[in-house]
């Protein structure tokens, strides 16, 4: 006998290892493809309809108070509804839940788009945000479910580059379209858009099993959570335009706090709780969803108090002073795969803890700042921040994601997005509040008035950004309950699109 039939059968073997190999990277990566156009058409869509505010409300023929709440019953269906999402998604399967809100986004899009109303309009963006919020609460699950625990920072960066993405070409895209096709292109845009990602999703996105079967959905927890947290973040958004100390304001941040203080009494008690609890004990979950909402917190008051700098103690046009903003969306942009792979090979609390430190510097040097500042150093600064922030979101929420056993990823990511809107609620209400104390009794047209108050705001958020730091730094390297190996995503099937098409 000779070896080279043993040798030949060496050769095919490693070959077939290697074609495996490359049909499960394919199927990884056309996974991805649906998300990824997901991922982009939400905050894409969000963008357009918030920068054209002003032109819908003279195309509605209302006043802006009335056009503000397509985008506040937006953040309050979107986020109130989420971890129902998500929990839905760990019960029934991330996928069906993913691919439903896909085309919920898609109905309420054209929807949005034939409204003949404001009211009609505002109750089609609800139906919108309905779909967002089930794309929102499952997409990272799926994500961490696809990718093995080596290339989860990866992946939640390439997914987090495509939000960046889609916030940040919306402004203009919004206004291109709005200007040559009218306002309600704005909304047909979503359509093709989301109707390509469900294709891709359908085909590719490997149907999950659920771990929650036999499980039952907790239903008055997600009344109480639900009712609770929009309650809050109607107290939170309105306090500006209601006053901090109204009626109104504080009767909702009443009826809020109670609800959700009734949802943590109610929740140990139930057999399958909405929320388990004891998620919170574990400190490498706890700690980077504390981090994510003062990060959040942080970030918020770059993007409430700069354009006010800019306009108002810079005297720039809205044209010069969107080049200078666009510059920290898109350095985060593109640092977010690079942080996402850092944390693959070294861990997530180092990078997280830098990234946070580099925002703190980057908002305390922005606290110094006043009429006479050469702007090619805002810039420079803006840069650092997106540097910071890019280093910090994704190997933040991959350790978020990884904190957990898969049968609870769902709610996992719910809970992340729910940090992040109620650290962008949250950091745009201190913010408002810190802006219009410093600046009360004095004129918002004097320059160096609104420099100081912006000043003071930016010192604010650099103290929020350091105990960020601090938080990420505090945690644990590795969670006291490491995922058993066999929840870790499965090695990919050499045939991922024929599974891949099954529903």
Known sequence: MTTEPLASRHATHGLELAQKARAGRLGQYSAFAGLAVGAFMGPLDGSMVNSMLPILTRELQVDISTTEWLLTIYMLIQTGMMLTFGRLGDLWGHKLIYVSGLVVFMIGSALSALAPSPELLIGARAITALGSAALWANSAAILTHSFPAAQRGRALGMQSMMVQLGGSCGPPLGGIVASTLGWRAIFWIGVPVTLVALVLSLRFIERDEPRGRGERFDVPGAALYMLGLMSVLVALNQGHAWGWDSFGVLGFLGLGLGLLAGFVVLEPRVRWPMLDLGLFRERAFASPVLAMVLNFVSTSSIVFLMPLYLLLGRGLAPAEAGLILISQPLTMASITILSGTLSDRIGSRIPATVGMSILALGL????????????????????????????????????????????????????????????????LGLAGAIFTTVLAGRELTNPEYVVQAVSVGFAVGSVLALLGALTCAARPATPRRAVPAAEEAPTPSPSPVRRGGEQ
């Open 364 to 427: 305390f040097l922005l606290s110094w700042v006043d009429v006479s500042t050469p702007l090619l150093w805002i810039v420079g600064v803006l840069v650092l921040i997106g540097v910071g922030v890019g280093l910090f979101n994704t190997p933040n929420s991959s350790a978020v994601m990884g904190a957990v056993p898969s049968g609870r990823r769902g709610v996992a990511a719910a809970i992340l997005s729910t940090a992040r809107t109620l650290g962008n609620t949250l950091g």
